[in-house]
């Protein structure tokens, strides 16, 4: 295995009172007015087609958020009156309970007093619903908040309910109300990826370069439900004709953000980078939006950094977002090294017999070996020989040259859905990943990992800025983010950025995530060519 390393290649200001008019339950048309310059030469039949439009948008996106959270309401009932049905049925086995405990208003009870717990920990708060692990927490810790305080209750009171009863009851509650929660969210991200589901519509507030920034991240997570519908940008920077950035309308200033955000029928307002919007004049727009019924987000221009990482603390009435470093060392390291290689080792010999079966099918297909060595460059830019099953003709490489042309990929990748050098075994391999398989190899001698951002080439590597040399810091991976994102069918800027959002971002349960999802990702075939 070669040693040898890859170094990376080398406005006018605003007034102080914002200029938010008194009355904020101004007509459509005299906030248009106010915004736009031109819209005084336009028709008030023009005018208010535009606005009935947006109230119609709005008006549907409140339908289709009631209707979601009344289904998890229904979802959540019958949820726990399984389980406590099931609950009673186990510990009784169905026979009689010859007790003084009257079983059924117990029932009757625990369900109304499970959907009151789940209400007043906010289960059905919009801002906790489709995204993120609030949604979860909520109802796994409404559950075991309710099962503490009827244990306690219970004992307090000397009253004799099956602890087993209660037991079973609130184990499968508590395991099944999440389970449910990630079905309903997958349905809910499914219909916005067809611009069909519930949607929060924005209103994004910065300079011009932010408001695109944001605006290209909301439409590439279109499953969050983020529906950018309009921008506020500094004054200086309006124009005196209708005027887009990245086809989202402009509909005003810093100084009508409210009336914008009414106009349009936004129900959040994201504000995000820009020197004139100050801690005052933030503060400010907040009293200002105070009973109109719109959210108001800080979006920081720090992105692509998870969750975990980031730390929000007072301190002299500021709030400090500290950020923790990447872990490329450690504990973290060692386990997720230790994991890797005695999971490597278990998958080899129960897959085993399967490998006979390729290797036969292979060698009995095209001539030429069973496995496909190829160089790549793994931690710290060394390079090894990634193992696959052979899935092209022998001369595959010869005739890259002559397909040049045909390249589907956008990036340093070559990619072809209709690639001639394919062969049949391998098509119906390739549409499985189980040429892949061989990897599992490379994992157990410490080239690879389970998850990591793919092994790149050489060649590819010759051509990395110091950003993308980044990938390099963690070894690469049989599956990642690309993989369970659309492999083959993402960009070539896409892949690259969801495996540095990797390198910044991993954990062990990401791992775990991810590795569950690729399971989904291969069943469903999605980017396999």
């Known amino acids: ?124 708060d919009e801002r906790y619903l489709g995204h993120g692990p609030d949604e979860y927490r909520r109802v796994v810790g409404a559950s075991l908040k309710l099962a503490g305080l009827i244990a306690i209750a219970a004992y307090l009171a000397e009253v004799e309910v099956s602890r087993g009863f209660l037991a079973i009851t609130f184990i499968i509650g508590a ?43 909301l439409r590439r997570e279109r499953y969050a439900g983020y529906q950018v519908v309009g921008a506020c940008i500094p004054e200086a920077l309006v124009a005196p004709v209708p005027q887009h950035l990245d086809n989202i309308p402009v509909v005003g200033s810093f ?12 129900d959040t307002v994201a504000v995000t980078g820009s020197s004139e919007l100050t801690a005052r004049r933030l503060r400010r727009l907040g009293w200002q939006m105070e009973g109109t019924g719109i959210d108001l987000v800080l979006a920081p221009t720090l992105t692509d950094v998870a969750g975990p990482r980031i730390h929000t603390r007072p301190l002299a009435g500021l709030s400090l977002i500290h950020v923790e470093s990447p872990e490329f060392r450690g504990v973290g390291k060692a386990a997720k090294g230790f994991v890797d290689r005695i999971t490597a080792f278990f998958a080899l010999l129960m897959l085993s017999p399967l490998f006979v079966c390729l290797a036969i099918a292979i060698k009995f297909d095209t001539k030429g070996s069973v496995f496909f060595r190829q160089t790549r460059v793994g931690l710290g830019g060394r390079e090894f020989d990634l193992m696959k099953f052979r899935s092209m003709v022998a001369d595959a490489d010869a005739m890259l040259r002559e397909l040049s042309e045909y390249n589907e990929n956008d990036g340093l990748m070559f990619k072809m859905k209709q690639d001639p050098r394919i062969t049949k075994v391998g098509s119906f391999l ?32 010759a051509w990395y800025d110091q950003d ?48 569950w999802k690729t399971v989904g990702a291969v069943a469903a075939r999605r980017g396999a060519y």
């Open 1 to 124: 295995m070669s040693e040898r390393l890859y170094p990376a290649a080398a406005a006018a200001p605003l007034r102080d009172d914002l200029g938010f008019s008194p009355g904020l339950a101004e007509s459509a048309s005299t906030a248009r007015r106010i915004l736009n310059p031109t819209a005084a030469v336009r028709s008030p039949a023009s005018r208010g087609e535009a606005f009935a439009a947006h109230a119609a948008a709005a008006k549907t996106g409140l339908s289709q958020k009631r209707a979601y959270i009344r289904l998890l309401f229904v979802i959540d009932m019958l949820v726990v009156t399984i389980a406590i049905l099931v609950g009673h049925l186990i510990r009784f086995k169905g026979a009689p309970t010859y007790t003084d405990v009257p079983y059924l208003i117990v029932g009757i009870g625990l369900g109304i007093m499970w959907m009151l717990f789940l209400l007043g920990s906010r289960c059905y």
């Open 430 to 461: 390739r549409k499985w990943s189980l040429d892949e398989l061989p990897q599992l190899m490379n994992v157990l001698k410490g080239d690879m990992s389970l998850v990591g951002p793919r092994p790149p080439l050489p060649s590819e590597v």
């Open 255 to 266: 100084r009508h953000i409210v009336e914008a955000a009414q106009a349009i029928c936004a």
């Open 468 to 515: 993308v040399a980044r990938r390099l810091l963690v070894k690469p991976g049989m599956t990642g983010l690309w993989q369970v994102s659309g492999r083959s069918d993402l960009s070539w800027e896409d892949g690259i950025r969801l495996d540095l959002y990797y390198v910044e971002n991993w954990s062990l349960a990401t791992d775990v995530t991810i590795l």
């Open 175 to 217: 395991v099944m109300l999440p389970v449910t929660r990630y079905i309903s969210r997958r349905g809910l991200h499914r219909s916005r990826s067809r611009n069909k589901g519930w949607t929060r519509r924005v209103l994004v507030v910065g300079d011009a370069s932010h408001v695109i920034e944001l605006a290209h991240q």
